[in-house]
């Protein structure tokens, strides 16, 4: 197996679990999407800061930042798409959004905006295979699927 393997697995369930999570949470919270926000920013303060944090201070690398600004402006801008993307999510609940139905559009749609962007930070030596527009239709029609038929 290769060795990245299990960290999309942990990915997968992970984020595949999130929106139901989080929509449980928001109900339980009285339906505010602002405290259900704030909760889910705290949880990534321990585990995005305190545990990364931890590991660069034991290894002394801090100074891999000051060398690497256009490193630190990407990441930064990684945390802020994702933080935008979660507070997405939390509004989409808010206003109406069930949690068996957001999590298609999201996870069908957010691989296909990925290829794009990847794409455009690293352009293709050739045009992409007709295959590669056939499994965009793939990905939205399985989302109509999984929407039309989900269980109610």
């Known amino acids: 197996m290769r060795s990245w393997l299990p960290f999309v ?3 997968v369930l992970s984020w595949g679990t999130y929106i ?3 929509h449980r949470g928001q109900l339980a919270l009285g339906g505010s999407g602002v405290h259900a926000f704030l909760m889910v920013g705290l949880a990534y303060l321990l585990v995005a800061i305190a545990v990364p944090g931890a590991m660069v201070t034991r290894a002394g690398a801090w100074s891999l930042f000051g ?3 256009n490193g630190m402006l990407f990441t930064f801008a990684a945390g802020v798409l994702g933080a935008v993307g979660a507070l997405g999510i939390v509004l ?3 206003n109406g959004g069930r949690p068996n139905v957001v ?3 999201v996870f069908a749609g957010a691989p ?3 290829v794009f962007v ?4 690293n352009p293709p030596q050739e045009s992409p295979s007709p295959l590669f527009f056939l499994g965009i239709l793939m990905a939205a029609a399985g989302a109509f699927l999984v929407l039309s038929y989900r269980p109610h």
């Open 9 to 11: 697995v942990l990915t």
């Open 20 to 22: 139901p999570t989080l």
């Open 67 to 69: 060398d690497n600004p």
């Open 92 to 94: 989409a609940l808010v």
């Open 103 to 105: 999590p298609p559009l």
């Open 112 to 114: 296909v905006v990925s």
């Open 118 to 121: 990847a794409m455009l930070y």
